[in-house]
């Protein structure tokens, strides 16, 4: 069974009743962020159940020693962990004397959890009776801003209901805190100051090893009557915290409330120096608009936001809470506005996986952020890639790759491999071809052709160089070919000839060869630069086409498909159909080794070459990968239901691609994988929003012009999206009677509407 706790709303996330087992779940589902830092939605108040506190700071990270393989050479010394940072929500109640802790009270009523995703807040309000018999409402309302990024706020209001009471509260923040991920147990953060200066603390602290430099701050007051308490009754600390105290005597029916500002201030932004007189400038400034006005601005920030990324679907309250919430957790976690940061696949939600950055970026995310946003941003995504070639060069080299052959990583923080799993790290090297592929798709969306001639061709050098290196020529195919290898599917290790990476092997090479002769005729400064830093030859990019015009490509002459790998019809071919639903999902079930040899698909794989490159193929061959394929793939990849959705709906296969959207936007929300507690899979949300506008709104780029083949699931009355296509802002609405286009902004543009043309001006 799937959770289904969570109201169905078309702009909240809801959650009624308290209920101690879904804490963990729902401290993942009411997650904020801006794009610099975010949270859990772990409670303010202590809390004595059991909870999984995170607070994270975008680009922030320790080095954890790798604890298995170090000894082998290539493999990578360290796995990034995303950091659990300082705690500054801290607020610590008392009524009479008594610590208010839910774990504690007893008759909790009212309790309701809201993430209003329209206006970027987040709100929980309840009643409970204290342990010495006092009832008690509370509201804490809380946002991270989004545009002083910096800073948080929150206002925690609390009214005794059947007696006068004294509320004492405790605003502190907290150095003293552990990661939930370790390999080691090892200590992650130093702490080098302690102070306050009247209602204002600071903790100054510097990562281990990375030394990052950050300072946690925060400065809160006391509002009772209307009047508004700025000097603390008393002051507590210690060695790794620090607080104030807020004590009021209020009487029953009567409210009082703590406002509390916080976050930090990084020397990734600021002098080291200085931090301290960076968060006080911070707090100068937002002090001095307010709690409500800072609130105004959010509702603001993110109507902006909306008015350019919303998805609407009329019919079908579900499927529309799904996609917001997908868009946005997407626009917390990134928002562009810095070069160095990337999309980490749980944002800040959770530990789990360590590192930034992911295949996952080129493959599922850029698309969401180059229609929504601007293709500026998508650039930063590529050049953040360009910025780290010298790192995939290193990467290559340790595994004994030469000549300029670069490997991005699979997963990195600083453009270094970190990720330690042998079959992963090593052998899961399409994501090699992502990254190239994400310069083509980037290319041909926006027609700006400045990235190759300026970075991107350098990036497909070193990757041209690293395919060409790692393959073998095979006497007995008469062929070259690719061994050990995992392809997207990590359900099988260790194969040769994963058809998807040999697939978008060749693509890469045959891609390359073509941007060098683009460049040489169209930007030849740019081609001689390139040759003379790269010692680019003639002898090497005629071996290039060599092995692209040679490479082996497994195929079964009896199913009339592409084979995942060289053995795949040697396993004992159970579909998922006939599978025990009690031994779903697989991997929490079943041995490592009993995954390995099953015919068990993770995630598409042969189809998510089919996905990439479809003009390749043939609606009929498409149809065929598709139900061979599809009936041995679990989906036990957050990457998985996306493709399938857009696939489907490409056959016409409504009802399926409805099922795979409605898996893929509400993966979280429902808990398909029974893991949401670990924190939210974010990159593959981007996923959820193509399976809207390339799946059932049949997006795509073909001759360089905008197309589109609209579909409508039958649970549907209409849906509508805006996508930004080289510099025109296009609406595109979907009813039972058909499509509709307007141009919100930009000049006349042709497009195609089931292959036919049509002339749009605004």
Not at 563 to 576: E, H, I
Not at 583 to 606: C, F, G, M, V
Request: proline residues 3%; hydrophobic residues 35%; glycine residues 6%.
């Amino acid at each position: 069974m799937n959770q289904d706790y969570i109201q169905p709303n078309p702009w909240s996330i809801i959650e009624e009743g308290f209920d101690k087992e879904r804490v963990k779940s729902s401290e993942s589902l009411f997650s904020i962020g801006n794009g610099a830092m975010g949270q859990r939605a772990n409670f303010e108040e202590s809390y004595s159940g059991a909870t999984f506190q995170g607070s994270y700071i975008a680009g922030v990270y320790y080095p954890d020693k790798t604890r298995v393989g170090w000894w082998k050479n290539g493999y990578p010394e360290y796995f990034a962990k995303v950091l659990n940072a300082p705690n500054w929500i801290g607020i610590d109640v008392s009524i009479d004397g008594t610590p208010l802790d839910l774990a504690t009270c007893t008759n909790i009523k009212n309790f309701k959890r809201e993430l209003n995703m329209k206006e970027g807040w987040y709100r929980r309000n309840f009643r409970a009776t204290t342990p010495n018999n006092i009832e008690i409402e509370v509201t804490a309302t809380r946002f991270l801003s989004l545009s002083h990024d910096e800073v948080g706020a929150i206002k925690f209001e609390v009214t005794p209901l059947n007696a006068d009471a004294e509320i004492l509260f405790k605003p502190y923040i907290d150095a003293g805190i552990t990661n939930e991920d370790s390999n080691w147990d090892d200590k992650f953060w130093n702490t080098t100051k302690v102070e306050s200066d009247k209602n204002r603390a600071f903790i100054e602290s510097h990562t281990m090893k990375t030394h990052f430099n950050v300072c946690t701050f925060m400065q809160a007051y006391l509002i009772h009557e209307d009047a508004l308490v700025e000097k603390p009754s008393a002051q507590s600390k210690e060695e790794l915290t620090i607080g104030f105290e807020f004590a009021r005597k209020a009487k029953k029916g009567e409210k009082v409330s703590l406002i509390k500002y916080g976050g930090y201030t990084v020397d990734r932004n600021h002098d080291a120096n200085k931090l301290i007189e960076a968060a006080n400038t911070t707090l100068d400034q937002v002090s001095s608009i307010g709690f409500d006005a800072l609130l105004e601005e959010q509702k603001k920030a993110w109507a902006s936001i909306w008015e350019m990324s919303d998805i609407t679907i009329e019919g079908d309250v579900k499927a529309q809470q799904g996609i917001r919430f997908n868009i946005f957790q997407l626009n917390q976690t990134y928002t562009g506005t810095d070069s160095r940061l990337n999309i980490g696949p749980k944002g800040f939600t959770g530990e789990k996986y360590g590192g930034s950055t992911y295949w996952d970026t080129e493959a599922y995310c850029i698309p969401f952020y180059m229609a929504t946003k601007n293709q500026e941003i998508a650039r930063k995504l590529l050049k953040y890639r360009y910025n780290h070639l010298e790192k995939a060069i290193e990467n290559a080299g340790k595994l004994g790759f030469k000549n300029g052959a670069a490997l991005y990583p699979m997963v990195t923080m600083n453009g270094e491999e970190c990720h330690n799993e042998w079959e992963i790290t090593f052998e899961e090297i399409h994501r090699n071809g992502a990254i190239a592929y994400a310069i083509f798709n980037y290319t041909r969306y926006t027609q700006d052709y400045t990235y190759i001639p300026e970075m991107g061709l350098e990036v497909l050098i070193g990757i041209a160089r690293f395919w060409q290196q790692r393959v073998n020529w095979s006497a007995h195919q008469n062929k070259y070919v690719m061994l050990g290898v995992t392809g997207p599917n990590e359900y099988e290790n260790n194969v040769n000839n994963n058809w998807y990476t040999n697939y978008i092997a060749k693509w890469c090479l045959d891609y390359t060869l073509e941007q060098l002769e683009y460049v040489q005729q169209e930007h030849p400064n740019d081609y001689k630069r390139v040759l003379e830093k790269t010692k680019l030859t003639n002898d090497e990019t005629g071996l290039w086409k060599k092995v692209a015009d040679q490479m082996y490509f497994p195929y079964s002459e009896a199913h009339g498909i592409y084979l995942q790998q060289d053995g795949f019809l040697d396993k004992d071919l159970v579909r998922v159909v006939d599978l025990d639903p009690k031994e779903r999902p697989i991997n929490q079930h079943w041995s490592w080794d009993r995954i390995l040899r099953s015919p068990y698909i993770k995630q598409a794989d042969t189809l998510q070459g089919f996905y990439f490159f479809e003009d390749h193929f043939t609606n009929e061959e498409l149809e065929k990968h598709f139900d061979f394929y599809e009936s041995y793939t679990v989906h036990e990849s957050s990457l998985s239901p996306c493709v399938h959705a857009i696939q489907a709906a490409k056959l016409n296969r409504m009802d399926q691609a409805y099922t795979f959207y409605l898996r893929t936007s509400r993966l979280d929300l429902d808990d398909y994988n029974k893991e949401v507690e670990e924190g939210l899979h974010i990159t593959s949300m981007a996923g959820t929003w193509m399976s809207i506008v390339e799946g059932f709104g049949g997006m795509r780029i073909k001759d360089g012009k905008l197309s589109f083949s609209p579909h409508i699931p039958d649970q549907w009355e209409m849906y509508s999206f805006k996508i930004n296509f080289r510099n025109r802002v296009i609406k595109i609405t979907v009813t039972k009677d058909g499509p509709k286009f307007d141009i919100d902004k930009g000049e006349v543009l042709e497009i195609f509407v089931n292959d036919s043309p049509m002339t749009l001006s605004a």
